[in-house]
C-alpha cells in the first residue's frame, strides 16, 4: 500500500471521531465510492447500489449516535453530519433510479459530501 493509499480518513469531525465504528464505516463507503467511480458505465449501477449500502449504514450510525447523544451541542453537531449522509443518499438514489440516465456526477458530488471538512469522512489533520 502506498503512502497515498494509507492516508487516514475518517472521522475528523468534532466528537464522532472518537467512534471506531464510525470511521471504520466512512471508509467502507469511500472505498465503495471509489470502486462505483473506477468503473465502467455497465458496472455503474450495480456498484453504486454497494455503495450507497455503505452510506446508508453509515447514516444509520449516525443516526443512532444522534439519539444517543446526552448533550444538545453534541446532538447538534451530530445532525448537521447527518444532513449530509442523507443528502449523499439521496444523490445516490438519482443514480440508481436515473430518470434522465446514469450520471456519474452524482457519485462524484456524493463522495465529496462524505469528504467535506464538515462531512463525517474528512481528512484527519496530521
Not at 5 to 28: F, H, N, Q, S, Y
Not at 89 to 114: F, N
Request: aromatic share 2%; with cysteine; hydrophobic share 35%.
Amino acid at each position: 500500500m502506498s503512502s497515498e493509499e494509507e492516508r487516514d480518513w475518517g472521522c475528523a469531525v468534532g466528537t464522532i471521531k472518537d467512534d471506531p465504528e464510525l470511521c471504520r464505516m466512512c471508509r467502507k463507503a469511500l472505498e465503495e465510492l471509489d470502486r462505483a467511480l473506477d468503473g465502467t458505465p455497465q458496472e455503474l449501477t450495480q456498484e453504486v447500489d454497494i455503495a450507497e449500502d455503505a452510506v446508508t449504514n453509515l447514516r444509520d450510525r449516525l443516526i443512532q449516535r444522534f439519539r444517543g447523544a446526552a448533550d444538545p451541542s453534541d446532538a447538534a453537531e451530530i445532525k448537521n453530519v447527518l444532513d449530509h449522509v442523507n443528502t449523499a443518499v439521496s444523490l445516490l438514489a438519482g443514480v440508481i433510479y436515473p430518470s434522465g440516465g446514469i450520471q456519474r456526477s452524482l457519485v462524484e458530488e456524493a463522495r465529496k459530501l462524505l469528504r467535506d471538512s464538515s462531512g463525517p469522512c474528512a481528512e484527519k489533520s496530521k
